[in-house]
């Protein structure tokens, strides 16, 4: 469940740091802030059960190339091949925290 925390915790990244480009009315500016809470809300939840560099490291990661990739598909973003590379060694470190993370992880607790 908590890897599941992450996965929530960096989708829920992507709206708020859009939210935070485009925010334009109050209550565009209030889901911002909404957004910003249930992200660091599953943050917390994942670093009960995960440590907090494995959580912190993954929600970035993740995060910073789930955003790249709106600005690209959404917004249309300009972005060379050697961008696309290079989030996909990001992509790959993620995974390779996953799963390289071990069960023992549960038994440390979190930060």
Not at 30 to 37: N, S, V
Not at 58 to 73: C, K, P, R, Y
Request: charged letters at 10%.
């Amino acid at each position: 469940m908590a890897w599941i925390y992450v996965m929530f915790s960096a989708i829920v990244e992507v709206f708020w740091v859009v939210g935070l480009r485009h925010a334009n009315s109050m209550l565009e500016w209030a889901g911002t802030g909404l957004a910003i809470i249930f992200s660091f809300y599953f943050i917390i939840k994942a670093c009960e059960q995960l440590p907090s560099g494995t959580v912190y490291a993954v929600f970035t990661g993740s995060g910073a190339a789930a955003i790249v990739l709106v600005d690209f598909f959404v917004f249309h973003t300009q972005m060379s091949r050697i961008s696309f590379l290079f989030i996909g060694l990001i992509l790959f470190g993620v995974v390779g925290i996953k799963l390289t993370s071990g069960n023992d992880e549960r038994t440390q607790g979190g930060g």
